[in-house]
């Protein structure tokens, strides 16, 4: 073993408690069912063409885990608009749902104007901010978050709420029962993955000390896991402050696969995750597997993660779950505290100032999506 310790107290190395944060996802997911079943989702009679989730970062991914989770289950489209304007298939018909954990988000708000001025019904998730405003004075309907949490860390209230939805507009039965399940499941994972278990009895401490300085590829199915991938890698970039690539089988078979032919240095440096569901297809775990094996001869480290859990929404929460893990003890491997996202602030306020509108007070702390 080699590099910070990574077992607590984490003190200044976690100054915002990011690890706390991830421990009390199944009380998130439970606080998250009790406050839509106080506040539900007004039924809508007439279903919509399609649910069109405008979001970006820690709020869009919520969007794409649903998709994932009930992708051979809806009866029409759900799809994720990471953009400022909808595209032209989004008409009255259809429902928009726009998602923005602190209600500021630029390209959500003009994506909430763009639906208004095209009379195409809207919803809302948010905590409040310019969003939350807008939907009072409008009377939108809108499911208020708590607040006070980076986005991303506030996964599962947002998940939970957008399953609702679907229960709403009759395209599911809202699955609350599995989605207590799901808060057992990692519950009890919270006993392997927690960061008071010693990194030798904790399988997500001892792959963070392996992945340690290694450029990660996370490669999954395309149907359940492969939004978990995504997850997963964007977790590396905000909480290690890592670059990361994920992508899905069988895409990636037809031209990635191509990229590991010439060996070289780069090869030695990197590591591919391999991310494994009990309802993978035979055919996607043929394909997993000659992945991991062609990384591996190029001279790759190659790793398996499998889903825990009975049902499928239990199993897909267990890899966010590691996911989160995986990418909190991988930052205090390297250094560096999991919350603050210099970047993104810093970017923000240079997006700011070429536009010419006044640049974000950097004293302020805000959540970004």
Known sequence: MSGPSLEPPYGPRDAAGMAARIAAQPEQI??????MGAVPWRAIADPPSLLAVGALG?????ADLTASLYHDRLPRPLVTVRDDH???FVDRDALCLLSSYSGETEETLALYQEAGARAIPRVAITTGGTLGEWCRRDRVPCAFLPGGAPPRAAIF???VTMASLLGAIGWTDGDVTAWHEAAGVLRERNLALAPGVPEAENPAKRMARALAGRFVFIYAGVERTG????RMRQQLNENAKMPGHSAVVPELNHNE???WERPGALAKSVAVLLLRDAEDSAATRARLTLTGEYAARQGAAVYEV?????QRLARVASLVQFGDYLSLYLALASGVDPTPIASIDEFKRRLAYLAGRPAPDPGVKRARS
């Open 30 to 35: 439970e606080d998250a069912l009790a406050r």
């Open 257 to 259: 696969i191509v990229g």
């Open 86 to 88: 909808w595209p032209a």
């Open 227 to 230: 939004a978990v991938a995504l």
């Open 306 to 310: 499998a889903s825990a859990g009975g």
């Open 157 to 159: 209230a947002s998940w």
């Open 58 to 62: 820690g709020s869009a991914i919520a």
